[in-house]
DNA sequence: GTAAATTATGAAAACGTTTTCATAATTATG
DNA sequence: CATAATTATGAAAACGTTTTCATAATTTAC
């Protein structure tokens, strides 16, 4: 069969020889260069064709210390936001010619430091990060920035003045825009199930909720405001300690979609009605919600819009650092609007 | 600041300067070649942690022919089936020392033949498939086969007798178990919504159909079986036909989860009983069939195990590669399972 | 028609590894 | 202790491009 033939690929120098030419010639008319005659560019690139040439990328990236290649840290590939946003970046990526490797966390530190290490190793262009919950010290992103390659945070962001570029959703604003949401719809009692304050999500989403509770002159009990990790069985057991008391709560503010749906399905077990004895608004427009019965109300964060954006600053700063221009490194705010459904 | 600093990245010769080694030395002491001396190791470890030093993936995998790379196109990133195997694949690899380069054909196929050509430039070690529902030629695979690369298909994979290796889960089966469910539980006037012949997904979904009806000497109507691209739009358009005659289904098999879901909406919306007028039944076991209610009936198909089984599948070929043992390549199909929730 | 400017090509070095081949250093064998 | 076998190291070539510098070919200017 194809035992005996040889698995070639095919070279610039194949090229070259075939039309009797240097190989110089060959990559400039390849990358079209300006100083090579059109018959020329012609004919290396319908021999290119006719020999199924394909450039290497590892020589040409050695030699030309660009890889087109962009790295991408997320902590699940399967998490609604990040495959909305990642299936945006990969798409926008493609039209600029550069491709994508994409890196899971799974939310663990020391797998996200090492694969900080891999991707510099790789020689990515640039890189892309969503970092864990946990992530609070930033360091072992210094040396892809310190060599000069562009990282853009998003989403899961640097708290403190790390000097990256970021782009996240307004936080802040959509844990207001949910909590004055449920007051004005008569709620009063409000309690809030938030994840841990490591991170600049719950953070801001909380300082939303507070902002709110402050503006209307509601109290916050602090035994109702939970900061733990926001797993579909910490959310019932939350529910279950708010639902223990005498006093109980008239709302929910969960800082994401799936704490949300779990506090659903814990009112439906225990005779709860929503939205008339609890309302319940979540966090992320995750297609669940909108299936689910009663429909959880939610703050919708535009995926689509994120992933454009880190796409457009990412091109900008790529194009930026080839004529050494120093990079702005201001952070990118992308709006959140509320989505009202029968929950609330 | 860090303005006048060189961005410079360490190589193999200055840990060979710093030690007064040879840079072959150095090279064997990281890749630990048997030949070098415990001591040695040791040093050159130690100075390329000081150095942080970062072996330079182009230069390796230019001299090597390796890259460590594996890519994957697949139709949509966010489709909750493709984002748990490829969550699934990127893990597993990630345990081998393989990066994953993710490419999204949008389910177009031309999309599909560019992705091709830019992975075999790549230079990637090996490639992972899920096809689009139109390809039913593979020919712009050839070259990465020809040159030794291995390709996987998984899930939509190639009809006729393309010689490569793929895995898929039990369609056959699935449609077989789904009809049978619906049989069992009392229907006789079973209606299906499929997608477009051309697939064999829906070949495979529908002949488990059949063969179950034919079991069970229950009549197939022409005009009861459609083939159509499965979207929200298509399954209510289906769904309005089927309900304008006279005699109406009393069960739908619906070949994947988002026309089962359209379904429902359609019943609901028409004052249709689920399941006491009409059962129905999907496929994929979306986490939104388990949500919705009536929570939806559904074939599970493992995306875990399916992407575990690329991945074993994969390392094999590879080390077989370098041995020069030549390739089995027979088909795997991964075992599917009814899930039975309140809509049938 | 010659000089100057422009355009097109080639020779050779460079990118940072890995690997082959040769040789030096060490250990085992008798 | 000499020789053989083994182990550790180095020199240099190689991987396939891109790019610098030089030079050849062509066009423009006067």
Redesign the interface.
């Known amino acids: 069969m194809?035992?005996d033939?040889k698995?070639?690929?095919n070279t610039i120098l194949d090229i070259a020889d075939a039309l009797k030419l240097s190989p110089a010639t060959i990559s400039r008319a390849l990358n079209n260069h300006p100083h090579v005659k059109e018959k020329t560019k012609n004919d290396v690139l319908k021999m290119a064709a006719q020999l199924?040439y394909?450039?290497?990328?590892?020589?040409s990236?050695?030699r030309s210390n660009k890889?087109h290649?962009v790295g991408l840290i997320v902590p699940?590939?399967?998490m609604?936001f990040h495959?909305?946003v990642?299936?945006t970046i990969?798409?926008e990526l493609?039209k600029y010619g550069y491709?994508?490797?994409?890196?899971?966390s799974?939310d663990v530190l020391s797998m996200e430091e090492e694969l900080a290490?891999?991707l510099?190793?790789?020689?990515v262009d640039a890189l892309i990060v969503a970092c864990t919950l946990q992530t609070t010290d930033f360091s072992h992103f210094d040396?892809l920035l310190?060599?000069?390659i562009p990282v853009i945070f998003y989403d899961r962001v640097p708290l403190n003045s790390y000097p990256a570029t970021y782009i996240k959703g307004d936080d802040f604003r959509g844990g207001y825009l949910a909590t004055t949401h449920l007051i004005e719809t008569g709620s009063q009692r409000i309690a809030h199930i938030s994840g841990k304050l490591s991170s600049n999500l719950y953070q801001d989403r909380t300082a939303g909720f507070r902002k709110a509770m402050e503006q209307y002159q509601l109290p916050v009990k602090a035994e109702w405001v939970f900061h733990q990790e926001l797993t579909h069985e910490n959310a019932k057991e939350a529910m279950a300690e708010l639902f223990s008391e005498t006093v109980q709560p008239d709302a929910l503010f969960a800082a994401n979609d799936v704490t949300a749906?779990a506090a659903l399905e814990y009112a439906k077990e225990n005779g709860i009605q929503v939205p008339q004895d609890l309302k319940i608004i979540g966090y992320s427009n995750d297609?669940?919600t909108s299936?689910?019965?009663p429909a959880l109300s939610t703050i919708e964060q535009y995926p689509t819009k994120v992933g454009q954006k880190i796409v457009s600053v990412l091109i900008e700063q790529l194009k930026n650092r080839m004529q050494e221009v120093?990079l702005e490194q201001k952070p990118y705010v992308i709006p959140v609007d509320l989505i009202r459904r029968m929950s609330s």
Request: hydrophobic content about 30%; aromatic content about 4%; some cysteine.
């Open positions: 194809s035992k033939k698995p070639q690929q199924g394909r450039r290497n990328q590892m020589a990236g050695l890889t290649t699940r590939i399967s609604f495959a909305e990642l299936t990969q798409n493609h491709n994508l490797i994409i890196c899971q799974n290490d891999i510099y190793a790789s020689r040396k310190n060599t000069g749906i297609p669940r299936i689910i019965t120093g």
